[in-house]
């Protein structure tokens, strides 16, 4: 069973900056597809970023350029780097990993089998 914990989350301010991160096992790191989703309350939970274990990277919309997804290879951690929040960003913030996406699914939560218990952002 691959584990994914994540942390970082807490509440700021409109405009402030958060940084979410997610450890997970070596070999999940290294093969697998990760990700950042988010479900706010009453919402379907949605794909916000992805790394695939090539490099390739792929964002929402709603997050293109204010947030960037990355990976810490000295440490198997995934982070979040979350800039210029708005409330709209208020959410359960999610790790994900999968073996294998496809390509037209980057981001749909229905390719990731693996996921943490989420870690909650709040933007006021």
């Not at 350029?65 to 359960?92: C, Q, V, W």
Request: glycine share 10%.
């Amino acid at each position: 069973h691959v584990q994914l914990v994540e942390s970082g989350g807490g509440s700021v301010q409109a405009g402030e900056s958060l940084r979410l991160s997610c450890t997970a096992d070596e070999y999940m790191y290294i093969n697998y597809c990760m990700g950042w989703f988010r479900q706010a309350p009453g919402k379907e939970r949605e794909g916000v970023a992805r790394i695939d274990s090539a490099g390739r990277i792929t964002y929402a919309d709603s997050v293109k350029g204010r947030f960037t997804i990355s990976k810490d290879n000295a440490e198997n951690r995934l982070y979040l780097h979350m800039n210029s929040l708005s409330p709209e960003d208020t959410a359960m913030y999610f790790c994900a990993a999968a073996a294998w996406v496809p390509a037209s699914r980057t981001l749909s939560q229905t390719s990731y089998g693996n996921w943490g218990q989420g870690t909650q952002v709040t933007v006021s």
